[in-house]
Every structure is written in structure tokens, then in C-alpha cells.
């Protein structure tokens, strides 16, 4: 039985230590990472905002530019996305009906982006 406890007990201890380490003595921190890394449920959040934000400026070309910090697709993609996501969430359907008019803008606007 001794012959295991000095193998378990190192490992133990060297699990430990390495938790510590990578918790409390450097953890990762991230920076300068771009919105286009974000969960789905935050870019959904975002996308949302923009459609807020674009029910009360009605500028699509601005909405386009504030879509187009999640990727390089096209602003309508990004909001159709972001209003799968939503459902797949469970936003209310106040939330919906803006995500949905903010995707039909975006899916009809011709402009180009940035």
C-alpha cells in the first residue's frame, strides 16, 4: 500500500501546484481580442443592441458598420444569425420582432460596408 501513496500523493500535489499556478499565479488574460470571437449568446446580445439602436436612428448604413465588427460576412447574414441565435435562446418576442426588422433592413440595403 505504501508502495502507492509517494506516487499518488506527488501527483496529487503536482495537480495542485499546477492549479494554483494557472488560477492564482498567471492566469490567462486576454487582449485585444475582436467581437468576431464572441459566443454566440453575447453576439446575439450585441446584435440586438444594434437593432435598437437602429429602430431609433433608422440609418442602415450605420447598423451595417456596427455588424461588420462581428465578421466579414455580409451585414444581413450577421443579423440573420444573430436572430437564430436568438430564438435558439429564448429572447422575448419583443426582442424577436426587433432582431427581425433589423434583418430585413439589412437584407434589403444595398450599401457598402467599411
Not at 5 to 16: E, F, K, N, S
Not at 26 to 38: G, N, Q, R
Not at 54 to 60: A, G, L, N, S, V
Amino acid at each position: 500500500m505504501s508502495r502507492w501513496l509517494a506516487p499518488l500523493l506527488a501527483l496529487l500535489i503536482g495537480i495542485a501546484l499546477g492549479l494554483v499556478y494557472g488560477w492564482v499565479v498567471s492566469p490567462v488574460e486576454y487582449v485585444d481580442t475582436t467581437p468576431d470571437t464572441l459566443r454566440a449568446d453575447y453576439r446575439a446580445d450585441y446584435v440586438l443592441m444594434v437593432a435598437e439602436a437602429y429602430r431609433t436612428e433608422q440609418d442602415p448604413a450605420l447598423a451595417a458598420r456596427r455588424l461588420a465588427i462581428l465578421g466579414s460576412q455580409a451585414p444581413g447574414e450577421i443579423a440573420s444569425q444573430g436572430l437564430e441565435d436568438a430564438r435558439r435562446i429564448g429572447f422575448s418576442e419583443a426582442d424577436l420582432d426587433l432582431l427581425q426588422k433589423l434583418t430585413t433592413a439589412m437584407q434589403a440595403w444595398q450599401g457598402e460596408t467599411p
